[in-house]
Structures are given as structure tokens and as C-alpha cells.
């Protein structure tokens, strides 16, 4: 023994023993990484899950349908606040909307007019518009130049004639305070 050290017996197993821990080590840095993951996975499955099911909720509402999410069916003060297109059974050139009147005349041609007469006895609100039109024009009796949509004010027993371009064969709807009537334009 000259001057080099000599490794007693207990000394050789505390080596061993520490080198026992290095895969251990491994095993239980491998099992932390497979838990992030997992977990890692879960939360990207639940974000898509909840991205997903806005959007079944959302869309449905946005587009004004959302009858069928809860329970089906829409309430009684739902259906009875919406107002319904009721065009005259025998003509499609009339068509009442609450208490006003709507017809179209001009038989096949353009320009053609619409007349909105108020049978009621209130001041009434009404907006026309034509959904399956692809360039619509309404011109009020002051204004020639055609809009696409149109708003007015009608008193009791009062009618306003519009001058209607671009829609021969297209609808007009005309909605007011009392609910929404449909009719042809140039229909005969």
C-alpha cells in the first residue's frame, strides 16, 4: 500500500448504490413528461371541445333560429311576436300585413309600383325590402332614386304608392308594426 488509496468494502457499495439511481431518475423524468402530455392533450381536447359547442349554440341563435337548442318548439310569446308573411289566398298580388294592405300592380313590366294603404286606425310603421331580388329599387313618390329597402310612417286611411325597378317575378315583404305580408311583383 504505498500511498495509493484502498476502497474499503462499504465504500464500493455506496458507489453501486448511487449508480442504481440514475435509471430510476430516468424512469421518473420519463413518467413526469408523459403526465404533461397527458394533461397537455386533455386541455387541447377539452379547448376544441368548448370551441366546438359555442359554436353549435352560437350559430343557430345568430341565424335567429334558436327554437331547437332548448327543448324544442318556440314559446307562446315567441310565436306570437313574431310577425308572419300572410299573402291573400286568392292573389299574390295582395297581401295584408297587421292592418296594412299591400298590392302590386303592373302586370309583367318594369318599372312597376307597389301601394301600401293603411286600413287601421293608428299611425304604422313599415319597411319593404325584397329577399330574392338581386339589385331591388324602391322609390318613394318625392324621391326617385331607388333603395334597396325602403321606411315609412303611414297615418289611419292614408296610402303611399313606390315605384318599384329591378324585381319582375321577385317578392316584395312588407313589415310593419302588426306583422309582414309577401306579394309578386308583376304577378298577374
Sequence with gaps: ?????????????????AGDDIPSLAATI???LRLRWTL????????????LLGAAVTYPIAGGDASTLFGGGTSSAVAAKA????????????????????TSTGCGIMPTSVTIHNTGADVLNWTVGSPDASNPGFSPPADPSPRPTLSGQLAPSASTTLIVTGMLGAHVVLISDG????????GC
Design 40 to 51: 397537455g392533450l386533455a386541455a387541447a381536447l377539452v379547448l376544441v371541445l368548448g370551441v
Design 1 to 17: 500500500m504505498s500511498g495509493q488509496p484502498v476502497l474499503s468494502g462499504d465504500e464500493d457499495e455506496e458507489e453501486m448504490a
Design 179 to 186: 306583422g309582414a305580408g309577401e306579394v309578386v311583383v308583376g
Design 30 to 32: 420519463a413518467a413526469r
Design 83 to 102: 310577425p308572419t308573411a300572410t299573402p291573400h289566398p286568392s292573389e299574390l298580388v295582395l297581401a295584408f300585413a297587421g292592418d296594412l294592405l299591400i
